[in-house]
């Protein structure tokens, strides 16, 4: 009659346990167009333009150069370890937490040798429970006797007793037991487990978005340093100009033909210049060091770019017209929308610490008075030792715990909008800047074009004495800042062309997500069974 009270309990406690009281998951509206903006400012793609959301980063640079350096980055950077180390520790302690999910069971055994029944049944007791066990013999006979009885530990034991001639006795023992099991009844264990699942997915998102800003922020350091190059190219062949002027005009003013002004003047470009050639200098070797902490390895001349060479270091390639959902595949999206999730099964967990909860404590063994009876019929003992814990009076504490988890999901919300807000915006700047950035090249290049035709003609009339240095000092001035801001404007067309990559999410390669991580995603997250 018992066991089959035990056996109802059990089943009672398993249909229960699939209770589950955390809130279902809706993803929150973000407050953002349901496209990404075009027309107008904002460029537009054609319709069979590839989807460079899907373009691994080996594909969407070019240069050879620039794709080893961010291979050599993606090995070796500091930051992306982290990364990686953070994403070990959360699976780890995803591990930890499932773990709980599932009963511990312990195997135990034991030999006893005393001289007194009762010391073994002490014996006996401390390490399995409590047994008595009593034996009367005489002579070469030999009888035994059984008992049994329940500690303080949960677990059972059962004592034997061997009478004989001697007044030496033993007895051996080995025992499975369950400690304490906790029968998920309204889903705490289970919440509490997909609340570190979720966490474990959030830092696998952290390291996807560290990844993807490392190769953006190095392909950005990389042509900073090309641009600087060519400003350092631009500026030593100016100097060369200026310092022909200089020493025409220093000629002309030592014979009279020139004035001290003229000479002055022609002297201030030459030291601009100068000065200009040593600030560029220390921002390459400052470029350099950039490269080498985001690289986190000495970058090899080898791997460096001898300028920009008109933006081919990447891809000039945009967009098709592309719904705003294309944001939610961003990582740091996708990072902040685990961590609501896990906020959600917070709230479960929390809910189901008010409701009782139900232990189970057994042990299945097997007891003898020697080594050979151990699993031989008559030995085999067993205690089922269920508990209830109801919660009547906490101080508030685990009303408080509830909406501590009530106001960080509430957090959550906000972050994973505002975190989406700034996806769009991220985007937006970058395809307003697309839009216009083609037209400013091709505006500063006729202006270098114009101002180098210019330069040529104020020079010839000022030796053929038609006009005066001062005209053709001025032409100099206005294409050597040309030509450099034509280099910044380059620079801001292939910096674009990085940006727009990044924010859109780019720069993983299939390869770079394991399958067992996207079949684990599947299979455990929420997203898949709600269309997140």
């Keep these: 009659?018992?066991?089959?009270?035990?056996?109802?309990?059990?089943?009672?406690?398993?249909?229960?346990?699939?209770?589950?009281?955390?809130?279902?998951?809706?993803?929150?509206?973000?407050?953002?167009?349901?496209?990404?903006?075009?027309?107008?400012?904002?460029?537009?793609?054609?319709?069979?333009?590839?989807?460079?959301?899907?373009?691994?980063?080996?594909?969407?640079?070019?240069?050879?150069?620039?794709?080893?350096?961010?291979?050599?980055?993606?090995?070796?950077?500091?930051?992306?370890?982290?990364?990686?180390?953070?994403?070990?520790?959360?699976?780890?302690?995803?591990?930890?937490?499932?773990?709980?999910?599932?009963?511990?069971?312990?195997?135990?055994?034991?030999?006893?040798?005393?001289?007194?029944?009762?010391?073994?049944?002490?014996?006996?007791?401390?390490?399995?429970?409590?047994?008595?066990?009593?034996?009367?013999?005489?002579?070469t006979g030999t009888g035994t006797g059984t008992g049994t009885g329940t500690g303080s530990t949960g677990g059972t034991g059962v004592g034997a007793g061997v009478g004989s001639s001697s007044s030496n006795y033993q007895f051996y023992s080995v025992n499975l037991g369950v400690s304490a099991y906790e029968i998920d009844l309204f889903g705490r264990l289970r919440n509490l487990s997909r609340a570190a699942l979720e966490q474990y997915f959030s830092t696998e998102e952290a390291q996807r978005s560290t990844r993807i800003t490392l190769i953006a922020e190095i392909a950005t350091a990389w042509?900073?340093?090309?641009?600087?190059?060519?400003?350092?190219?631009?500026?030593?062949?100016?100097?060369?100009?200026?310092?022909?002027?200089?020493?025409?005009?220093?000629?002309?003013?030592?014979?009279?033909?020139?004035?001290?002004?003229?000479?002055?003047?022609?002297?201030?470009?030459?030291?601009?210049?100068?000065?200009?050639?040593?600030?560029?200098?220390?921002?390459?070797?400052?470029?350099?060091?950039?490269?080498?902490?985001?690289?986190?390895?000495?970058?090899?001349?080898?791997?460096?770019?001898?300028?920009?060479?008109?933006?081919?270091?990447?891809?000039?390639?945009?967009?098709?017209?592309?719904?705003?959902?294309?944001?939610?595949?961003?990582?740091?999206?996708?990072?902040?929308?685990?961590?609501?999730?896990?906020?959600?099964?917070?709230?479960?967990?929390?809910?189901?610490?008010?409701?009782?909860?139900?232990?189970?404590?057994?042990?299945?063994?097997?007891?003898?008075?020697?080594?050979?009876?151990?699993?031989?019929?008559?030995?085999?003992?067993y205690t089922a030792a269920p508990a209830i814990s109801l919660p009547l009076f906490d101080g508030g504490r685990l009303r408080g715990n509830l909406q501590v988890a009530r106001a960080q999901q509430q957090i959550a919300v906000s972050t994973y909008e505002r975190t989406v807000q700034t996806a769009f915006r991220e985007v937006a700047d970058a395809l307003a800047q697309r839009g216009t950035i083609d037209e400013q090249v091709a505006a500063q290049t006729a202006r270098v074009n114009a101002a180098n035709a210019a330069l040529r003609i104020s020079d010839a009339r000022y030796r053929a004495g038609v006009e005066s240095f001062l005209t053709t000092l001025d032409s100099q001035r206005t294409a050597y800042a040309a030509q450099q801001q034509l280099v910044t404007t380059r620079l801001n067309q292939g910096s674009n062309l990085v940006e727009l990559y990044r924010s859109l999410g780019g720069g993983l390669d299939p390869a770079d997500r394991s399958p067992a991580q996207d079949a684990a995603r599947r299979r455990e997250s929420p997203a898949g069974a709600q269309g997140l």
């Design 1 to 139: 009659m018992l066991n089959s009270k035990i056996v109802l309990g059990l089943l009672g406690a398993t249909v229960l346990a699939g209770c589950n009281l955390a809130p279902k998951y809706v993803r929150p509206l973000g407050e953002v167009p349901a496209a990404l903006p075009s027309g107008g400012v904002y460029p537009v793609a054609p319709t069979d333009a590839p989807d460079i959301t899907k373009i691994g980063w080996r594909e969407f640079f070019t240069d050879d150069r620039l794709r080893n350096t961010i291979a050599l980055g993606l090995t070796n950077n500091r930051d992306l370890r982290i990364a990686a180390g953070n994403v070990l520790q959360a699976r780890a302690q995803y591990r930890i937490q499932r773990a709980d999910l599932l009963p511990s069971a312990t195997l135990s055994g034991s030999a006893t040798y005393t001289n007194n029944v009762q010391g073994a049944s002490g014996a006996l007791a401390g390490s399995s429970g409590t047994g008595t066990g009593t034996g009367t013999g005489t002579g």
């Design 223 to 381: 042509l900073t340093y090309a641009s600087d190059q060519d400003q350092l190219r631009i500026s030593q062949e100016s100097l060369k100009s200026f310092e022909q002027s200089l020493e025409l005009t220093r000629a002309q003013f030592r014979i009279g033909v020139a004035s001290e002004l003229e000479a002055r003047q022609s002297e201030t470009t030459y030291q601009a210049a100068r000065n200009d050639i040593a600030v560029l200098r220390t921002r390459l070797a400052q470029d350099k060091n950039a490269l080498d902490l985001l690289v986190g390895a000495p970058v090899t001349p080898q791997m460096l770019p001898q300028g920009l060479r008109n933006g081919e270091a990447a891809l000039k390639t945009l967009p098709a017209s592309l719904a705003s959902d294309v944001l939610l595949r961003r990582p740091d999206v996708l990072q902040a929308e685990h961590q609501l999730i896990a906020q959600y099964a917070n709230i479960g967990a929390a809910r189901a610490a008010l409701f009782p909860s139900i232990s189970l404590t057994g042990t299945l063994g097997t007891i003898s008075p020697a080594l050979s009876g151990l699993f031989s019929g008559g030995s085999f003992t």
